[in-house]
């Protein structure tokens, strides 16, 4: 098993919320009365990670205040891949023996199955992805010795490739729900009876 404390959280919140609409970012998005960003940040906050990365582009959430560490993305053809590379070369750069990725557009993330993917991690050289018993994706846990492989993922289907390698934590699909649209948000914020179905993203569709 890895260490909680040997291990980096890198979150990431760089992305263009194309596929969601002109909101500027959907992280800034109000979901059960917190910015729809923060919620990994808050539920993982008690864990005694090593150091707390978040990387950024435009969202406006203070990431600082909850002890992470921010690293701005500024790269105008970035992608997901470039966002991992800039997380894993400050964990190596801290002797990290491991890193945890997390997504901050996956709200229902518990520390409990953070905890589960941790304890699956037998070595160093272990790739540890969630599941919901059909296919592996975020959060994932790669420990040291495959940092040079997370170092040359180039896109999005070669991280796919080297988790779908990996072993696979299963959790309930509802905690792995992200969101990539306004319909997502709209049916996770019914699913969880969320007390605000008139929110930013609604008000304007009404201007409209």
């Not at 263009?16 to 917190?34: A, I, M, N, Y």
């Not at 997901?80 to 997380?87: D, E, F, P, T, Y």
């Not at 959060?139 to 040291?144: D, Q």
Request: negative net charge; proline residues 5%; glycine residues 6%.
């Amino acid at each position: 098993m890895i260490a909680v404390e040997d291990t980096v959280l890198i979150l990431l919140a760089a992305g263009r919320s194309e596929r969601f609409g002109d909101v500027g970012s959907k992280l800034d998005q109000p979901f059960l009365s917190r910015p729809l960003g923060l919620h990994v940040a808050v539920a993982l906050e008690d864990m005694p990670f090593k150091r707390r990365i978040a990387v950024v582009d435009g969202c406006r959430l203070d990431y600082a205040q909850h002890g992470f560490t921010v690293l701005h993305n500024e790269d105008p053809d970035r992608d997901m891949a470039s966002s991992v590379r800039m997380g894993v070369e400050c964990a190596r750069a801290l002797d990290a023996h491991a890193v945890l990725i997390a997504l901050a557009d996956m709200p229902r993330v518990t520390a409990s199955h953070i905890y589960r993917l941790m304890d699956a991690a037998d070595s160093e050289d272990a790739v540890v992805a969630s599941s919901d018993g059909v296919s592996p994706r975020p959060p994932a846990l790669f420990g040291r010795a495959r940092f040079d492989d997370v170092l040359a993922i180039s896109g999005d289907q070669g991280a796919r490739d080297l988790i779908q390698a990996g072993r696979h934590v299963v959790t309930n699909a509802a905690e792995l729900i992200d969101v990539d649209t306004r319909e997502d948000l709209k049916e996770l914020q019914r699913l969880v009876h969320a007390p605000e179905p008139l929110n930013r993203m609604d008000s304007h569709a009404i201007r409209k």
